[in-house]
């Protein structure tokens, strides 16, 4: 009998697939299909690897084929559109194929003994026959029409939240999405607390009812930023739809439950698969809807492996699928509002906060020119703050800088805390009574005196939230004050402790990072103040802007987001304390315009010649010695003609040292997304071959330049 040549991908940086041998250990044995998973021998090594294609032996020497051990015939096979999912993601993003497929598959399916796979399976099977008529009823969902009627008939379930009247804007919102034929993508443009949740929620389930009246599948994919950031969201959506399986997928799940759900999500048992950017990876063959929440998020880009976009590979993802996806924002990111001003994308805004007396905040800057601030706090906030204590009302300080101080340094010599290792400031974490270098993680003792002059009285300079909090609590020693960063929750479970207590109202002032400016409705809260934010206006970063925007607008969300009963409080509020109250950006703060930030910013970089007028990929080079890398990326500028790239010089990045390691970068442009990528494709294979000892790596569409 003869055997099969079978190609199989593996995780390794070989842009190439291997061959194998595989002849049936019995007659009437399967042979592999492609998409299932193989154990392999690969050197020295077995490993796991997924088969992409199967082919007759017969035209082919075989002989000198290693045999594959063993196919994993008890889990289905990845459908061919994840396949061409993941081929499309090597393929845009430069990555081998293997390097794109194993690692976003879940850590149980990618080991040697299949005992976590067999487990999760038995499960599976043991789940749906134990508990009866409720699991059967959740594993047929989908194929019955009257499982959207009210399940309190079924005993053993919770009775659905009721879902809360849409306004005309969201009921518009959720008909535009709902009645798309095909591929669409609807930016879902809605000021914080307009009900974007409920958008979300209503089509989801619009969407999975019509399909079940077709008798088909329906499986709907929501990606969030943050899971921990969002508890509220995934409490929503499982109080609606308690009689569908939702589950989640992020990287903090334990792995056994990390497979089930993939494996969940794989077989269709999941209606709602809830998660970060990796779920846009996951195999869901009923897939149906996809929402992107908070679309502008930086987090929806990896930094590392394959440096993939979440958001973008959910766009390509509804276009193969032909579906609708929605991407929903307050402040979209600059590309995504772009896309909708020419068309591409179909505008969907929500005009009005959702609870009937919510109101916007008034926001109000404070001139640090006039306004002397010695140690962080303006007078103007402070007495916004006492206001508040006064009336029971909750406030939120945000600083987006842990810590302390952020350097150390001696008056009398000129010292300053640099980390040995990188081109950056060890900062003083004075409750730790540590320097920490934040960037290679390096902790030293905070020194006694100073290491050059042996001076005693070493200073602080600038301020983190540490020292903020410390000023709080001789300004305010009545006050409960709570400082939520990095530092604070470094423990498992202990941010959402942190934000259960604000939301219990044993707060009166929270305290924090970006942390607390995402995702949560506090009740109480009437004031935010914001601490120091100028920096971000003259960062070489061309995003800063956007995201210091997107960050205040946030921030500001926070407040007044319940519906005051009328005469009872005022309006909510927020205080930024800035240097420079007439930078356009604050002004278009002042206003809530967000459209109109968005024009002004589209027309610099129109102007400027910056994405997205232009197209770009990175290449960055790290060694021991600077010129090294910079060495590289001059040698790999002038490894091949171009035509229509431009390929800037080699330059060293702004933290060029971290951990002892130089680093540096060269970027890549092109007017033209064909013609960039129609370049990367031979000059990151050719960059494969120099084989080189140097760590390089390529990103395409780079967001941190
Ligand atoms: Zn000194
Ligand atoms: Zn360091």
Redo the contacts with the bound molecule.
């Keep these: 009998m003869t055997g099969r040549i079978v190609s199989i991908a593996l995780d390794s940086p070989l842009d190439t697939e291997f061959d194998y041998r595989w002849t049936p250990a019995s007659a009437g044995a399967p042979e592999p299909r492609p998409g299932q998973l193989a154990l392999v021998p690969f050197g020295r090594r077995e490993v796991v690897g997924l088969v992409t294609a199967v082919g007759d032996a017969s035209d082919y020497d075989a002989s000198k084929l290693r045999d594959i051990i063993d196919v994993r015939e008890q889990l289905a096979p990845l459908p061919a559109d994840w396949i061409a999912l993941c081929r499309f993601a090597a393929d845009y993003y430069q990555r081998p194929l293997g390097e794109v497929m194993l690692p976003c598959l879940p850590k149980g399916l990618r080991t040697a003994p299949t005992v976590a796979l067999d487990r999760a399976l038995k499960k599976r099977a043991g789940l749906s026959g134990a508990t009866g008529k409720a699991a059967a009823r959740k594993g047929k969902a989908a194929t019955d029409t009257a499982d959207l009627a009210p399940p309190a008939a079924v005993p053993g379930l919770p009775a659905p939240a009721a879902p809360p009247k849409l306004n005309a804007g969201q009921q518009a919102a959720v008909d535009a999405i709902v009645a798309a034929e095909g591929f669409a993508a609807h930016l879902l443009f809605g000021v914080t607390g307009s009900g974007k949740t409920e958008v979300y929620l209503h089509a989801a389930q619009a969407v999975i009812a019509r399909e079940q009246a077709s008798g088909r599948q329906a499986q709907v994919l929501i990606l969030v930023p943050e899971i921990n950031l969002t508890p509220q969201l995934e409490g929503s959506v499982r109080a609606r739809f308690p009689h569908l399986k939702v589950v989640t997928l992020h990287s903090q799940l334990a792995e056994g439950e990390r497979l089930r759900n993939w494996i969940a999500a794989h077989l269709g048992d999941a209606a709602i698969v809830l998660g970060t950017r990796l779920s846009v990876l996951a195999a869901m063959p009923q897939l149906k809807l996809i929402v992107v929440d908070e679309e502008h998020d930086p987090s929806y880009k990896q930094q590392e492996g394959l440096r993939y976009s979440a958001r973008d590979l959910a766009i390509w993802r509804a276009r193969q699928q032909d579906i609708p996806v929605v991407l929903g924002s307050a402040t979209p990111s600059i590309e995504s509002w772009h896309h909708a001003s020419n068309g591409r994308y179909r505008r969907l805004d929500l005009t009005q906060r959702a609870a009937a007396h919510a109101q916007l905040p008034r926001v109000g800057l404070i001139d640090m020119e006039v306004n002397k601030a010695p140690d962080g706090l303006s007078p103007p906030l402070v007495a916004a703050l006492r206001a508040r204590l006064e009336r029971g009302e909750q406030s939120l300080l945000f600083l987006n800088r842990r810590g302390y101080a952020p350097v150390m340094h001696?008056?009398?010599?000129?010292?300053i805390s640099n980390c040995r290792r990188c081109t950056a400031f060890m900062v003083l974490h004075k409750p730790e009574r540590r320097l920490r270098c934040h960037h290679c993680s390096l902790e030293l003792r905070i020194p006694h005196a100073?290491?050059?002059?042996?001076?005693v009285d070493?200073q602080p300079m600038g301020r983190g939230t540490q020292r903020v909090e410390e000023h709080l609590q001789v300004l305010f020693p009545q006050a409960r004050v709570l400082r939520i960063d990095a530092d604070s929750t470094r423990k498992k479970g202990s941010a959402q402790a942190a934000f259960d207590s604000v939301h219990r109202g044993e707060v009166d002032i929270l305290l924090g990072t970006q942390m607390v400016a995402k995702g949560h409705d506090f009740q109480r809260l009437t004031l935010v103040g914001v601490i120091n934010p100028d920096t971000a206006l003259f960062s070489q970063d061309y995003r800063a802007g956007e995201r210091l925007f997107a960050q205040l607008m946030q921030v500001a969300g926070r407040a007044g987001r319940a519906a005051v009963a009328e005469g009872s409080a005022q309006r909510s509020e927020v205080l930024v304390q800035t240097r420079y109250p007439q930078h356009p950006l604050y002004r278009a703060l002042l206003a809530h315009d967000y459209p109109g930030f968005a024009q002004a910013t589209l027309a610099e970089r129109r102007s400027a010649g910056l994405p997205p007028f232009v197209y770009q990929a990175l290449l960055r080079a790290e060694a021991k010695q600077l010129q090294a890398a910079l060495d590289f990326l001059q040698a790999a500028r002038d490894l091949m003609p171009v035509d229509g790239i431009v390929i800037n010089d080699p330059v060293p990045m702004t933290v060029t040292r971290v951990a002892g390691v130089e680093r540096a970068q060269l970027l890549v442009e092109s007017s033209s997304r064909a013609q960039l990528q129609a370049f990367l494709r031979p000059w990151t294979a050719a960059l494969r071959q120099q084989k080189s000892r140097l760590r390089w790596s390529l990103e395409v569409d780079p967001v941190d330049i």
């Design positions: 001696c008056d009398a010599c000129g010292w100073c290491p050059t002059c042996g001076n070493l």
